[in-house]
């Protein structure tokens, strides 16, 4: 069964607009970890902000907020302020932690397009 | 931050032939490496999860003769294709956890294999 989905495949954005990128996940685990990453052309995952699920407040970083739904299970990322260096895949993650170890899993995917 | 490296970064080889891709964690020492691999236009996949000094666990469906890793110390995990062929073209990426934050996972830039 899919863990995480990202129903976008594509989204375009113009500069300077605020984008959000949905992620819901299924998980029946109380402890878990969702992330979000940036993958360039280039192909390196860049981090870009973490959620962990007993966070009651929103995570941030500069340009970049989740807002974590716990109840609806969505992480949706969103990217204020748009650049048109913010073109690029973008991948919603999550971590599960067991006694024996740890699954980490990614979704499909989305690729934002920012627009000049 | 942690800084992950992959040599090489791209690498073309024949069919038949064996390729060893390595990941170094730079400046932490990575307790966990993860090999991943990420066909065009779709998500990262994990192939296995490898703890310094033991045998690596492997994903279903993915071959253990086949991606042999190795990771023999706590800065090193090598994943060798052998007698690689056309359908194992693809993006590899290994990412590391350290013993400092067992949370977080610190990507290398990739390296993209092409079988011929």
């Known amino acids: 069964a899919q863990k995480i989905t990202q129903t976008q495949p594509g989204m375009f954005v113009q500069e300077k607009e605020a984008v959000t990128l949905d992620c819901t996940y299924d998980?029946?685990?109380?402890?878990?970890?969702l992330f979000w990453y940036k993958q360039p052309s280039s192909g390196e995952m860049i981090f870009l902000i973490y959620?962990?699920?007993?966070?009651?407040q929103n995570a941030t970083e500069g340009r970049y907020s989740l807002n974590f739904q716990k109840a609806r299970k969505s992480a949706n990322l969103v990217i204020s302020a748009s650049q048109l260096g913010d073109s690029a895949m973008y991948f919603c993650?999550?971590?599960?932690?067991?006694?024996?170890?740890?699954?980490?899993?990614f979704g499909p995917g989305t690729r934002l397009s920012v627009l000049p | 931050g942690a800084v992950v490296s992959q040599h090489p970064s791209w690498v073309i080889c024949k069919s038949g032939t064996s390729v060893k891709i390595e990941c170094r964690s730079l400046?932490?020492?990575?307790?966990?490496m993860f090999w991943y691999r990420q066909f065009p236009k779709q998500s990262l996949m994990l192939m296995a999860t490898?703890?310094?000094?033991?045998?690596?666990?492997?994903e279903q469906g993915v071959e253990k003769d086949k991606f042999l890793i190795n990771h023999a110390s706590l800065t090193l995990s090598t994943l060798t294709v052998t007698s690689a062929h056309p359908e194992d073209s693809s993006f590899y990426i290994c990412?590391?956890?350290?013993?400092?934050?067992?949370?977080?996972?610190?990507f290398g830039p990739g390296t993209r294999l092409t079988v011929t």
């Open positions: 959620q962990g699920s007993y966070d009651e």
């Open positions: 990412s590391a956890r350290g013993v400092a934050n067992p949370y977080e996972q610190y």
């Open positions: 993650a999550m971590r599960e932690v067991y006694n024996y170890g740890q699954n980490f899993v």
């Open positions: 490898s703890n310094e000094g033991s045998k690596a666990t492997y």
């Open positions: 998980t029946s685990d109380q402890s878990y970890g």
């Open positions: 400046d932490f020492q990575a307790t966990t």
